[in-house]
Nanobody, 119 residues
Framework: QVQLVESGGGLVQAGGSLRLSCAAS????????MAWFRQAPGKGREFVAG????????SYADSLKGRSTISRDNAKNTVYLEMISLKAEDTAVYYC????????????WGQGTQVTVSS
């Protein structure tokens, strides 16, 4: 059974930072791309950052480029999203997701963690 469990969200002031975690179980991560998405109130879900387990190739959305870093801990099967210089418009539910390297659709999703940035 595949599980993705996010943590680390919360309330932070504008200009602050947060580190989100996503612990994965039930799959062999070397076959997958792990990514973070977010969904703000009244808006669609958008890609934030992605990471291939093999090679650690990363990609970032323009909205958080330069203010976020995606990384992993092999031993813990965990991917992180560190965000700095947070803005009110970064307020959203942040989701962790995985897809097979050979596929385009993200098959497994976490339950999400709320990030609220106060201005």
């Amino acid at each position: 059974q595949v599980q993705l469990v996010e943590s680390g969200g919360g309330l932070v002031q504008a200009g602050g930072s947060l580190r989100l975690s996503c612990a994965a179980s039930g799959l062999t991560l070397s076959n997958y791309v792990m990514a973070w998405f977010r969904q703000a109130p009244g808006k669609g879900r958008e890609f934030v950052a992605g990471l291939t387990w093999i090679g650690s190739h990363t990609s970032y959305a323009d909205s958080l480029k330069g203010r976020s870093t995606i990384s992993r801990d092999n031993a813990k099967n965990t991917v992180y999203l560190e965000m700095i210089s947070l803005k009110a418009e970064d307020t959203a539910v942040y989701y962790c997701a995985v897809r097979l390297v050979t596929m385009s659709d993200y098959k497994y999703w976490g339950q999400g963690t709320q990030v609220t940035v106060s201005s």
